[in-house]
């Protein structure tokens, strides 16, 4: 073979791993658009959970998936692995994600799983450069309730394994969608990953919270999380998995059931 077409060979594969790369981003990253309009936000169950309280939420647009190794090696490859508030935006220990000779890529047969492992300054990272945000923990909760208010979990009011990865069923995440949808098309929502939402966490913040698209507290040492995961005790997660459930996490922390999806303005 002449120098000439193995320059072409290599030429062709790279053009063809770039596009494979964004194909991977353009199929994954369509978002939903959840109407405005007003739900009961958390519950009296529990005391983090309360009170139950009326909220409106403006409309605004949510990832259908969460995002995957594939999405979030696309940003390091770009933006590199940076560190923010003395942490990387991605812990590569236990991820799904190697680096080699400055390339990050998905360990094989994960591409399409969420990526794990990224602290909440890597997930807002990787979100402006999608041109959007994390989502709110209120705007969460309205996307994750779907098209009816009040149920116990998106589905109904008894656990489903058809719609959630939770409890080590499969003892490890599994590929974005392979569970049902909830109302909205959204898949996900609860299992699979934690969530990292944009807002400080504080626990009476329900007291007194706004009744018009809450942002959380001006500030705290932890951010919300919500949905729960794949990793955990059965009998444990099923509370977990509940919509109005909330948990948090200081910024910096990684684990291996944690990761994120993207938000953004209508405008």
Same mark, same amino acid.
């Not at 959840?34 to 403006?58: R, T």
């Given at each position: 073979? $002449?120098?000439?077409?193995? /320059?072409?060979?290599?030429?062709?594969?790279?053009?063809?791993?770039?596009?494979?790369?964004?194909? @991977?981003?353009? =199929?994954? #990253?369509?978002?939903?658009?959840?109407?405005?309009?007003?739900?009961?936000?958390?519950?009296?169950?529990?005391?983090?959970?309360?009170?139950?309280?009326?909220?409106?939420?403006?409309?605004?647009?949510?990832?259908?998936?969460?995002?995957? &190794?594939?999405?979030?090696?696309?940003?390091? &490859?770009? /933006?590199? *692995?940076?560190?923010?508030? %003395?942490?990387?935006?991605?812990?590569?220990?236990?991820?799904?994600?190697?680096?080699? !000779?400055?390339?990050?890529?998905?360990?094989?047969?994960?591409?399409?799983?969420?990526?794990?492992?990224?602290?909440?300054?890597?997930?807002?990272?990787?979100?402006? @450069?999608? $041109?959007?945000?994390?989502?709110?923990?209120?705007? @969460?909760?309205?996307?994750?309730? %779907?098209?009816? =208010? %009040?149920?116990?979990?998106?589905? !109904?009011?008894?656990? =489903?394994?058809?719609?959630? &990865?939770? !409890?080590?069923?499969?003892?490890?995440? #599994?590929?974005?969608?392979?569970?049902?949808? $909830?109302?909205? !098309?959204?898949?996900?929502? #609860?299992?699979?990953?934690?969530? @990292?939402?944009?807002?400080?966490?504080?626990?009476?913040?329900?007291?007194?919270?706004?009744?018009? &698209?809450?942002?959380?507290?001006?500030?705290?040492?932890?951010?919300?999380?919500?949905? %729960?995961?794949?990793?955990?005790?059965?009998?444990?997660?099923?509370?977990?998995?509940?919509?109005?459930?909330?948990?948090?996490?200081?910024?910096?922390?990684? *684990?291996?059931?944690?990761?994120?999806?993207?938000?953004?303005?209508?405008?």
């Amino acid at each position: 073979m $002449n120098r000439r077409i193995l /320059q072409l060979l290599v030429i062709v594969f790279i053009l063809s791993a770039a596009a494979a790369e964004r194909a @991977w981003t353009q =199929d994954l #990253t369509r978002m939903v658009l959840i109407p405005a309009g007003k739900f009961i936000m958390g519950s009296d169950e529990f005391h983090q959970e309360g009170p139950a309280h009326k909220v409106y939420v403006d409309a605004f647009y949510i990832d259908t998936y969460e995002v995957t &190794n594939a999405h979030f090696c696309a940003f390091l &490859n770009e /933006q590199g *692995n940076q560190t923010e508030a %003395g942490v990387p935006w991605l812990d590569l220990k236990d991820s799904r994600i190697v680096q080699d !000779g400055g390339r990050f890529t998905p360990l094989p047969g994960y591409e399409d799983h969420p990526v794990v492992r990224v602290t909440w300054y890597g997930a807002a990272a990787y979100a402006r @450069w999608r $041109n959007a945000r994390l989502p709110s923990e209120a705007e @969460w909760e309205k996307a994750v309730r %779907g098209d009816i =208010d %009040g149920r116990t979990y998106f589905w !109904g009011e008894d656990i =489903d394994a058809l719609y959630t &990865n939770y !409890g080590q069923d499969v003892e490890s995440t #599994t590929p974005v969608g392979s569970y049902l949808p $909830n109302g909205y !098309g959204l898949y996900d929502m #609860t299992g699979n990953v934690w969530e @990292w939402c944009s807002d400080w966490y504080a626990r009476d913040y329900y007291y007194k919270s706004p009744k018009r &698209n809450p942002q959380g507290p001006d500030s705290g040492y932890a951010r919300i999380i919500r949905g %729960g995961g794949w990793s955990g005790p059965v009998h444990v997660y099923a509370k977990y998995l509940r919509c109005s459930f909330r948990y948090f996490l200081r910024p910096e922390s990684t *684990n291996t059931y944690l990761g994120f999806r993207c938000a953004r303005d209508t405008e």
